[in-house]
């Protein structure tokens, strides 16, 4: 699979598809799994809680209060909401091996 991630992006379908190729399910259960993951990562996050994966990393959300920004072209002071964003931190094995190459 790192030949296609050097290329561009990894979808759902080469996940799935690395699935099915070291675990030997189906397609369609290969798809259903990876959906499944990615669907209770993502109901974890909406409930406000953080996703740990170990050996992998962590998203973390948090919170930005009321802040000003400045239009960029105008200079101009803008308000800028609060907000929820998510961040994700590499865990040290995973810096570690991109470092390496």
């Known amino acids: 699979m790192a030949s296609k991630a050097s290329a561009g992006s990894v979808t759902r379908a080469d996940l799935a598809d ?3 190729r070291e675990i030997g399910l189906s397609r369609t259960e290969s798809a259903q799994l990876v959906e499944a ?3 209770r990562i993502c109901d974890a996050l909406i ?4 996703v740990k994966i170990s050996s992998f ?3 973390v959300l948090r919170n930005k209060g009321l802040r000003v920004g400045r239009n960029p072209k105008t200079g101009v002071e803008v308000p800028i909401e609060p907000r929820t964003v998510l961040t994700f931190r590499p865990s040290q094995l995973l810096r570690e091996a ?3 190459g």
């Open 57 to 59: 990393g962590s998203f």
């Open 98 to 100: 991109i470092n390496r």
């Open 47 to 50: 409930a406000g809680s953080n």
């Open 18 to 20: 690395a699935v099915h």
């Open 37 to 39: 993951v990615l669907d």
